[in-house]
Nanobody
Framework: QVQLMESGGGSVQAGGSLRLSCAASGSRSSIKTMGWYRQVPGRQRELVAAVASGGSITYSDSVKGRFTISRDNAQNMVYLQMNSLKPEDTAVYYC??????????????WGQGTQVTVSS
């Protein structure tokens, strides 16, 4: 059973930094994409950043230049370094991975979420 364990959320003042970590365990298949999403009450969950197994990276426009995603394939870890945080970054942040199965289909797993609160 694949499990995702997130850590690193918390409260910070505007302009501050936080680093989120996500550890994936239990996967016997290769992990294609690892990423971070966020959600605020009443709104859809949105992509923050994602990194593919080949290294290509996608960022939402709202975090470009402030957030950096990275992954450690050997440890099945993904990180999100968040700098210059703004109050509008306040949300629950979720780790997501896409696992490539033997039949070449993809299965998605989500973490439990970690709260990030940025005060002005």
């Amino acid at each position: 059973q694949v499990q995702l364990m997130e850590s690193g959320g918390g409260s910070v003042q505007a302009g501050g930094s936080l680093r989120l970590s996500c550890a994936a365990s239990g996967s016997r298949s290769s992990i294609k994409t690892m990423g971070w999403y966020r959600q605020v009450p009443g709104r859809q969950r949105e992509l923050v950043a994602a990194v593919a197994s080949g290294g290509s990276i996608t960022y939402s426009d709202s975090v470009k230049g402030r957030f950096t995603i990275s992954r450690d394939n050997a440890q099945n870890m993904v990180y999100l370094q968040m700098n210059s945080l703004k109050p509008e970054d306040t949300a629950v942040y979720y780790c997501k991975i896409d696992v490539l199965l033997i039949n070449l289909s993809t299965r998605t797993y989500w973490g439990q979420g970690t709260q990030v609160t940025v005060s002005s």
